[in-house]
C-alpha cells in the first residue's frame, strides 16, 4: 500500500497546508501556532510486564489506530521517536512491523528530521560550557563534586558510565570524574517533551539544577548565560512530525524518552495538539503500564491538560508463560496486577491479545477464558500480519467501554513529599512493601532538601523487565521493598528522578548487537540478517 500524500493525512486532522514545514515527500514538521482546547478522547496503549523481545505494543497502537479510523474515526496516533540505541541494539526499531508501521520506517528508525541530535547537541553543550566555565576561573565558585550533569550520547555504550575528564595539560581543561548516558535520559529531553511551547522550553530550561554554587544556591542554566544557545538548537526540535501509517492514518512523532529511565511518552505539544484536531488519540506508553502507564497517568496528563479515556493492556501466550514459569495459568496474576493498577485509577481495561505466529487456538482460548472469568474484556488481534483489519475486534470493544476521561490518578500527590511518593508508588504498582533507600540515595536526598527540591511527583527509574528492582522476578513478587539507589533532581521536567536497583542510565549491548547484521538492499532499504 501507497502511503497518501501528506497533505490528505493532514487534511484528515484538520491542519493547514501553510502549517506543515516538509523534510522530504513523507514527512513534515507542524509550526506552532494557538492550539485550541483538547476535545477528543485519549486511549492508552499499555503492556503487562514485557519478556526481552518485547510484546509487539507499538504494532497494536498503530493497527489499533487504522481500525478506528476504519470504524469512521478521526483518529490520531502520538508516538516517541525510536532511539538508535535499542535499534543498534537488542530490541530494533521503534516504527512497528510487518502490516502495522509508520511510515516512512528505516527513517523513523534511523535519524528522522535530527530531534534527537538536537536534544544531544543542546544537553552536550551546557557541559562543555560547565568545564569551560571550571577552566577559565570558575568566578560562579561552582562546587565541582556537586556537579549533576553526565554527557549523552544516542547509542548503548557501557564504557562511558563512568569516565574523568579534563586530562592533558592545564590548556585541556579541569579534570573531574563524570559520565554519559543516552539521550533519552536526558533532562533536555524531558523539557522538551513537558512543554506546551517553544516559551515553555526555556522557562523549563533555565530551572535546571546543574549542581551547587558556592552558598549551596543552585547552579542553573541561567547562571551559566546558556538558556539563549539551548533555545537555539532546539528550534526545530520543538515542532512534533507528521507522518502515518502504512494503511494512512495520521501519526504525531515527538522526542524519545525511555519508560524505563524516563517518563516514556510523547510530548504534550504532540498530545495538545492531537487531541484539538482529532476525535480519539491512540497513546503508547512505554513498557508495562508499572512505567509508562503510571508517569503518563502521574506526570504527562497534569501538563496536557487531560487524562486518558481507556486503557488496553497488550499481553501475548510468550509472556504470560513467560512471567508463569511455562505455566499460562500461572502468569495471569502478571495479567490481573496490571489491570487492578489501571482501573485503580478510573481507567476502563481492555485486553489486546496479540497473537504470535507460533501461538495455537487451544492457548488462545485458555487466555480469553482466564480473563473473562476475571471480568476483563479481551480481543484477540492480529496487528502485524493483518494491520488494521485484523484488530477491528480490539477496536469494538474498545469504543465500547471508553468513559470520560479519569481523574487525577492515585498513585503520586503532587504536594507531598519525594519519600511519601516513592512509598505510595511501591506499595500501589509495584507490589512491594515499602521502599528502602541506600546510603547514597539518603546523601542525595539531603541534597535535594538543602535545594528545597524534595517534594513533588517522582519519575522511577527502573527495570522493566520486573515489576520490582530485579529483572529476574517474574509475575508478581511481593514481601519485599523497593531498592532507591539515587535520587535525581529534575527541576526542568517538573520531578526527581529515582533510581531503582541496579539499573543503568546508560545502557550496554547485548552479546551480539544488531548493529553487526544490519546492512542496505540495492534500493538503499535497510536490512537485517537476523529476520
Not at 443 to 471: I, Q, R, W, Y
Not at 486 to 501: K, M
Amino acid at each position: 500500500m501507497s502511503p497518501r500524500p501528506l497533505a490528505d493525512v493532514a487534511d484528515a486532522l484538520g491542519l493547514a497546508h501553510d502549517r506543515l514545514v516538509p523534510h522530504g515527500h513523507d514527512k513534515a514538521k507542524i509550526t506552532a501556532a494557538a492550539t485550541p482546547p483538547p476535545t477528543g478522547r485519549q486511549i492508552l496503549v499499555s503492556a503487562i510486564t514485557p519478556t526481552p523481545a518485547g510484546e509487539g505494543k507499538t504494532t497494536v497502537g498503530i493497527a489499533l489506530t487504522d481500525a478506528l479510523r476504519q470504524r469512521g474515526h478521526r483518529v490520531c496516533l502520538t508516538l516517541r521517536q525510536p532511539s538508535l540505541g535499542p535499534f543498534l541494539g537488542a530490541k530494533g526499531g521503534g516504527s512497528g512491523g510487518g502490516a502495522a508501521r509508520v511510515v516512512p520506517t528505516d527513517d523513523l528508525d534511523l535519524h528522522f528530521t535530527g530531534d534527537l541530535h538536537a536534544v544531544g547537541s543542546a544537553h552536550n553543550l551546557l557541559a562543555a560550557l560547565l568545564d569551560h566555565h571550571l577552566h577559565r576561573g570558575n568566578a560562579l565558585g561552582i562546587e565541582a563534586r556537586t556537579l549533576r550533569w553526565p554527557r549523552v550520547v544516542d547509542v548503548d555504550d557501557r564504557a562511558l558510565r563512568h569516565v574523568i575528564v579534563g586530562l592533558g595539560g592545564r590548556q585541556d581543561g579541569v579534570p573531574r570524574e563524570t559520565g554519559f548516558q543516552i539521550t533519552a535520559a536526558s533532562e533536555v529531553m524531558a523539557v522538551l517533551a513537558m512543554a506546551r511551547d517553544a516559551c515553555d522550553v526555556a522557562q523549563r530550561l533555565g530551572r535546571m539544577v546543574l549542581g551547587r554554587r558556592a552558598g549551596g544556591v543552585a547552579l542553573t542554566p541561567v547562571d551559566l548565560e546558556a538558556v539563549g544557545a539551548l533555545q537555539v538548537l532546539l528550534r526545530d526540535a520543538v515542532l512534533p512530525t507528521l507522518v502515518q501509517t502504512a494503511e494512512g492514518a495520521p501519526v504525531l512523532v515527538h522526542t524519545g524518552p525511555f519508560a524505563n529511565v524516563a517518563h516514556g511518552t510523547s510530548s504534550v505539544i504532540a498530545s495538545r495538539l492531537a487531541l484539538a484536531h482529532a476525535d480519539l488519540v491512540v497513546t503508547e506508553a512505554g513498557f508495562g503500564f508499572d512505567l509508562g502507564g503510571e508517569k503518563l497517568l502521574d506526570l504527562v496528563a497534569p501538563a496536557v491538560g487531560q487524562a486518558p479515556s481507556a486503557c488496553v493492556l497488550v499481553v501475548t501466550v510468550r509472556a504470560l508463560r513467560h512471567h508463569g514459569d511455562g505455566d499460562l495459568a500461572a502468569g495471569l496474576p502478571q495479567l490481573l496486577h496490571h489491570a487492578t493498577t489501571a482501573r485503580a485509577a478510573g481507567l476502563p481495561v481492555v485486553v489486546a491479545l496479540n497473537r504470535f505466529a507460533d501461538d495455537t487456538d487451544a492457548e488462545l482460548a485458555e487466555v480469553t477464558a482466564l480473563a473473562r472469568a476475571a471480568d476483563l474484556p479481551l480481543a484477540v488481534c492480529a496487528p502485524f500480519t493483518e494491520g488494521g483489519a485484523g484488530t477491528l475486534a480490539l477496536a469494538d470493544q474498545v469504543l465500547a467501554h471508553l468513559g470520560a476521561p479519569v481523574a487525577p490518578s492515585p498513585f503520586q500527590d503532587p504536594t507531598a513529599s519525594v519519600v511519601d511518593n516513592l512509598e505510595r508508588l511501591a506499595r500501589t504498582v509495584h507490589a512491594a512493601d515499602g521502599v528502602v533507600l541506600t546510603p547514597q540515595a539518603r546523601h542525595d536526598l539531603a541534597e535535594l532538601e538543602a535545594l528545597g527540591l524534595a517534594h513533588g511527583p517522582v519519575c522511577l527509574a527502573k527495570t522493566a523487565a520486573s515489576l520490582s528492582d530485579d529483572p529476574h522476578l517474574r509475575g508478581v513478587p511481593t514481601g519485599r521493598p523497593l531498592t532507591i539507589r539515587a535520587l535525581e533532581p529534575r527541576a526542568g521536567a517538573g520531578w526527581v528522578v529515582a533510581v531503582a536497583g541496579s539499573l543503568e542510565l546508560m545502557p550496554g549491548m547485548p552479546a551480539v548487537p544488531r548493529a553487526t547484521r544490519l546492512g542496505l538492499d540495492a534500493d538503499g532499504r535497510v536490512t537485517d540478517r537476523g529476520t
